[in-house]
């Protein structure tokens, strides 16, 4: 279960208060806040502040020409010219703080995003729960033949219930003597900064995680991708939920031309050229490695 009882009667409390304010507020982003959206078997996302909106956006991009543009290009338009060609200042205008649950080996992935502010729960200071990710069976994967980084076919059968009862069963085993060595029954006990170590990395962590929305367009581009690992990707297309009723003009044009277009090197845009004058092109003749010409054809082929 994601959240206890107890967590969510705190929620309730939240999602119950009210308070005046005249700065800008967006009735979607007003829905989402506090509440915890299940993500995993024991994770979630939630919204726990926000600052900015669309407006916010074109007000950054607007204060560089004056009022006059106002009337020339709306809001929706400017925003979309700003993705376009990569303004990504007045995207920084918007900030956005998650309260995130999740496995530690999806946090190092995660972590790597160092364009954010980050708070962790403190294993020294707490003791983590007995919390583990285990896979769904259908997305317990065999390793890929043509991708060191990726999945290959889904386990199934005796093999799958083998594999995922040695993950139930490490999992608990390495906990039971977490809670062993850090036991206060009459024993000394191991400080539990030590103790952590023996946890397996599907243990859950939790964190706050604050970021403004250029870096965190950089973060779903890569990692709401089809390509990304799973177990993140979910967080990603979680969030995405959340952005889309945040800043709706600036997420379609990033889902528009991020998420939907393509980039192409110099080769590829000469050899579109080609193909349009009706020559026809092979990898050989494209002048690109056959990794290049793969990722180019499926651009292309779709």
């Known amino acids: 279960m994601p959240i206890t009882p107890e967590q969510q009667a705190e929620i309730d409390a939240q999602r119950g208060q009210s308070h005046h304010t005249i700065r800008a507020t967006v009735p979607g982003m007003e829905a989402h806040l506090y509440e915890a959206k299940p993500v995993l078997d024991h994770g979630f996302i939630r919204v726990i502040d926000y600052m900015g909106d669309d407006n916010a956006i074109t007000q950054a991009a607007r204060v560089s020409y004056g009022k006059g543009t106002k009337s020339v290009q709306n809001d929706e338009g400017l925003i979309r010219y ?136 950089h973060f779903l581009r890569l990692r709401a991708d089809a390509h990304a690992q799973y177990e993140i990707r979910v967080y990603a297309d979680a969030i995405c939920e959340v952005v889309k009723d945040w800043v709706p003009f600036a997420y379609s044009a990033f889902e528009d031309y991020r998420m939907g277009g393509a980039q192409l090197s110099g080769k590829g845009v000469e050899c579109m050229r080609r193909m349009l004058a009706g020559e026809n092109v092979t990898q050989e003749s494209s002048g690109m490695s056959k990794g290049e010409w793969r990722e180019f054809m499926a651009v292309i082929e779709g």
């Open 82 to 217: 700003l993705m376009r060609h990569w303004h990504s200042t007045p995207f920084e205008m918007c900030e956005i703080k998650l309260h995130v649950k999740l496995p530690v080996f999806v946090a190092r992935q995660w972590i790597r995003h160092r364009t954010a502010n980050v708070n962790e729960y403190s294993a020294r200071y707490s003791i983590l729960d007995r919390e583990f990710y285990i896979p769904a069976p259908d997305h317990l994967a065999a390793q890929s033949v043509v991708n060191n980084q990726g999945r290959g076919a889904a386990l199934e059968g005796e093999e799958a219930a083998r594999v995922l009862d040695i993950l139930k069963t490490d999992s608990n085993r390495a906990y039971d003597h977490y809670e062993q060595m850090i036991s206060e029954d009459g024993q000394q006990g191991l400080a539990r900064e030590l103790a952590r170590m023996n946890l397996p990395a599907n243990v859950y962590t939790q964190w706050y995680w604050k970021v403004d929305l250029h870096n965190l367009f």
